[in-house]
């Protein structure tokens, strides 16, 4: 049987803002404009009136939610996938004129195995909504290609497969969906290298005890204390107010706990750190120490290797 539940997020920029739907449910918000209790048919209205791109994509991040079609999320990361679904998204954009456009639909329309399709956001584009029957999420970029091979139109999205790849949702009364599609059969090529699985199973899916322990026999001999450091580059990410600014704050909890790991601090003292420094600003603990986590699994090869920075600082100009 197929998993038809999916992800909502508020924003792109607030990847903890989650929320759990069947397929289906949220199909029905896009072809009445209503999501979150948020009418969407005016700011897709407005969006699809501009003709700069850059602005579209700026008010898509302000005012569209977003579907993570591929599962359920605990967080808009790869490494938060809670369940794997039956579905994925692949856009067709770049159409010479609207014909080509309307050509385009009708065949997706006609392909058993898409399930739905709509217009995406900027008013350019389409979005199918591809039924599979692929279980296994270590597989996901290989079916995405396979989809990609099997759509084969210049107007394909050309992106590989990412798990956690966000899609804005917005008003469309013209959604089609396909009551009687049949899924699209995968079939795994055991030769295929999948080089994303490789990365993530040598350091992101290292749970926090074992990460610490890593760490712990990687611990760097240093004339700086931990504190001495973490006083250093605090004064200098203070200079930086953009750091604290709301739909900046994970990212910058990251990048910091990616800096901290490159200097060799004590992964439980950056927590704490950076729990006292975001958590003021509304961010929840939990949300902090994920950020936190995230990037000293994402830079654990690199574990102290700027340490010998800061044993120098206050000879020269930092």
Known sequence: MNNRKITLVGRINQPGNVCDFEIDEVLSMIKKGVCYNQDLRGVTAFIQSQSDHDVQNQLKLQYLPVALFNGTFSYKNSAGLKEYSNFTAIDFDR?????EFNEIGSRLCNTLCVYAVFRTPS???LKAIVMHDNDN??????LYLQLLSKFNTPATDTSVGDIARGNYICYDPNLWVNDNCVSYHFVHNPRYINNKVIASRTCATLD???LRNALSLLKPLSKKSD???INILNAKWRKDSSRWKEGNRANSIFNSASELCRAGVDMDKSIDYLI????PTGMNEDEIEYQVVRGYQNNVDGYGCTRNVFDNYGKSKW
């Open 95 to 99: 159409f010479n004129n609207e014909q």
């Open 123 to 125: 008013g350019r584009g």
């Open 137 to 142: 999420p270590e597989y996901h970029e290989e």
């Open 208 to 210: 926090k005890a074992t």
């Open 227 to 229: 504190e001495s450091i």
């Open 276 to 279: 006292a420094s975001y958590k």
